[in-house]
């Protein structure tokens, strides 16, 4: 059961970062080289408790589908996603956002703790590729946040 952090600093106060890693348009655009699109749930907006979206996207040349709800919500300093359905046998992410410099940017800590189905093919996926892959996810991710976030 691999856990992927990042922690990575974005020059903006925690309530602003707080709503961008939550926004549904900012996601999709974030995502644009997995071509993801939204295929059911909340088409919009920033997402909250309990609300649920289906994320469809390509991964290693397959179309998938994940349907993450917000299981965990704090604002502006914690949000968590969890899968409802999906690849995953299990998969809950985390979302931590602390200020810095007065508040005047925020270390944001992403935490996805995931459980790759298969048994021990699973496993196995995750040392040969799958862990480093999703790590890269979501370090672009976050790098599109960071730019994002600068140009205001």
Not at 61 to 74: E, G, K, M, N, P
Not at 110 to 133: M, T
């Amino acid at each position: 059961m691999p856990i992927i952090e990042i922690e990575t600093i974005i020059p903006a106060p925690p309530e602003v970062c707080f709503d961008m890693a939550r926004d549904i348009g900012l996601h999709l655009h974030s995502m644009a080289q997995t071509k993801e699109k939204i295929v059911a749930g909340i088409r919009g907006g920033l997402l909250g408790l309990d609300q649920e979206v289906t994320w469809e996207a390509t991964h290693f040349f397959i179309r998938q589908r994940l349907a993450i709800r917000i299981t965990a919500f704090d604002p502006p300093r914690h949000f968590r996603d969890s899968q409802v359905e999906g690849p995953f046998r299990r998969m809950d992410h985390d979302h931590f956002f602390f200020p810095v410099k007065n508040g005047a940017a925020t270390r944001m800590v992403d935490r996805f703790d995931y459980e790759s189905p298969l048994g021990w093919l699973g496993k196995l996926a995750d040392v040969l590729f799958l862990e480093r892959y999703l790590r890269r996810l979501l370090e672009a991710r976050n790098r599109y946040l960071e730019t994002a976030a600068r140009k205001g």
